[in-house]
C-alpha cells in the first residue's frame, strides 16, 4: 500500500481505535496490521506527539505475562479530534469514490468519450 496513504490516515485509525478500547502500542499495531499492514516503528512516534498534543494519556497496567504495560486512553480533547477526523475521512471518502466510480460527464451531463 502506498506509504502516503498510510502515513495521513494512522492518525484517524489510532484515534478510532482508542476510542473503543484502551491498547498498548504493539496491541494497537497488531489490530491496526489486520487491515493495513503497519510496522511498530510507525506507531510509537506518533503516539508520542499525540500525547504530547494532549489527544492520549498513558498509564501502566501489570501483565499476566511479562513486565507492566504502557496502556494508552483518549483524553476528551482526544475524542474531539476523532470526531473532527472521523468527519473529515467521510467527506474525503465520498470525493475520492465519486470521483473514482462515477462517469465523465461534458457540461450538458452527456459522458465523454474518451
Known amino acids: ?26 496491541e494497537m499495531v497488531d ?31 501489570e501483565s499476566q505475562g511479562g513486565p507492566p504495560r504502557k496502556y494508552y486512553q483518549l483524553t476528551t480533547l482526544g475524542k474531539v479530534k476523532k470526531e473532527e477526523l472521523v468527519k473529515e475521512w467521510r467527506s474525503f471518502s465520498v470525493g475520492v469514490n465519486n470521483l473514482l466510480y462515477s462517469e465523465i460527464t461534458n457540461d450538458s451531463g452527456a459522458i465523454k468519450d474518451e
Do not use: A, H, W
Open 1 to 26: 500500500m502506498n506509504t502516503q496513504f498510510k502515513k495521513g490516515v494512522l492518525e484517524l485509525c489510532v484515534l478510532v481505535l482508542l476510542d473503543r478500547k484502551d491498547c498498548y502500542g504493539y
Open 31 to 61: 489490530e491496526i496490521s489486520k487491515n493495513i499492514s503497519i510496522s511498530e516503528g510507525t506507531i510509537y512516534p506518533l503516539l508520542k506527539r499525540l500525547k504530547k498534543e494532549g489527544f492520549l494519556d498513558s498509564y501502566l497496567k
